[in-house]
């Protein structure tokens, strides 16, 4: 959809809905019978993950993640239209506001679960703190392209590459009540190393980052996610930011692992890295005891 500008184009001038509606029966019916390879990768990763299951039921879920994916990347021509409270319901809308109205510098900390792009376009839209992305460019250049062209009208400050390091420091070091938006669950070396899974975290993950940003500017770290309710409506879910200054990296894994980690698992129709990990690599496989828990 993303590589297609005249798909991409159409999507803008449907009525948001439609649009969204759209793209999921894309991704379903046409883009997952392309994928075999990802859909394959997701479907071993989630009977590990939830072998209390049967596999009509984690077929089905298979099913509404393709959906999930298609809107998500459908609803990217319509993120201005979507920013409002009409679309985005903040649990506890009160208590979030006073988490972004307080001081010092903050990471927000998410995972590519319901729409993730959605989710930075709205804390730029609920706060008057400085915002800065950090992005990694799609191999693809039409792809990469027509992102950066789609993030443009809601991302603000974005930045990624060489020098990103040097940017995010300066950004959350000069600007008053910097925030900056991560997302803990991207590829690296053919791996998604968060949900840490009981295993080691990779020092150049952006999580390791997160941390060491942390603890170098003195920034709480907000755990946060959106979930899709029906259509192009969600729920903002957020958890009390975390203080490395009151807490260890430890106890700083173990508390994400639990909001954000648990979320993933649980929301597994809506998580896109679903399909870019594999658990059934030498070392990566989950504990017994974790998989078989009811989550």
């Known amino acids: 959809m993303l590589s297609n500008p005249f798909l991409f184009a159409l999507m803008r001038h449907l009525p948001a809905p439609m649009a969204s509606s759209l793209g999921g029966w894309l991704s379903a019916h046409v883009a997952r019978r392309n994928m075999k390879l990802r859909d394959a990768r997701a479907r071993a990763n989630l009977a590990i993950l939830r072998p209390d299951l049967p596999e009509a039921e984690r077929e089905a879920i298979l099913t509404r993640r ?9 609803e990217l021509a319509n993120i201005d239209r979507l920013v409002n ?3 985005v319901r903040v649990i506890d809308a009160a208590g979030y506001s006073q988490v972004l109205d307080g001081p ?4 927000a900390l998410t995972c590519h679960l319901g ?12 706060t008057d703190r400085p915002g800065l992305g950090v992005y990694e460019d799609p191999e693809d250049p039409r792809i990469a392209a027509q992102l950066k062209k789609a993030r443009s009208s809601y991302m603000g400050e974005a930045i990624g590459g060489e020098g990103a390091a040097r940017g995010v420091l300066k950004h959350l070091t000069q600007k008053d009540r910097a925030t900056l938006y991560i997302l803990a669950d991207e ?7 968060f949900p840490t899974f009981s295993r080691p975290l990779m020092p150049s993950g952006n999580l390791s980052i997160a941390l060491r940003l942390a603890r170098k500017v003195g920034a709480r770290i907000l755990p946060f996610y959106l979930l899709r309710t029906k259509g192009p409506r969600f729920d903002l879910h957020w958890h009390a930011p975390l203080d490395p200054r009151d807490m260890s990296d430890a106890a700083i894994i173990a508390a994400l692992d639990a909001y954000l980690g648990a979320a993933c698992i649980a ?4 998580w896109l890295a679903l399909h870019d990990m594999d658990l059934t690599m030498e070392g990566h496989r989950p504990p017994c005891d974790f998989a078989s828990d009811d989550r």
């Open 66 to 74: 393709w959906v999930n994916v298609g809107r998500t990347m459908a």
């Open 187 to 193: 590829r690296r070396e053919r791996q998604v190393w």
């Open 115 to 126: 729409n993730w792009d959605l989710l930075a376009a709205h804390i730029k839209w609920s």
């Open 267 to 270: 929301h597994a129709d809506q």
């Open 85 to 87: 409270d009409a679309h």
């Open 104 to 107: 010092g510098p903050m990471i």
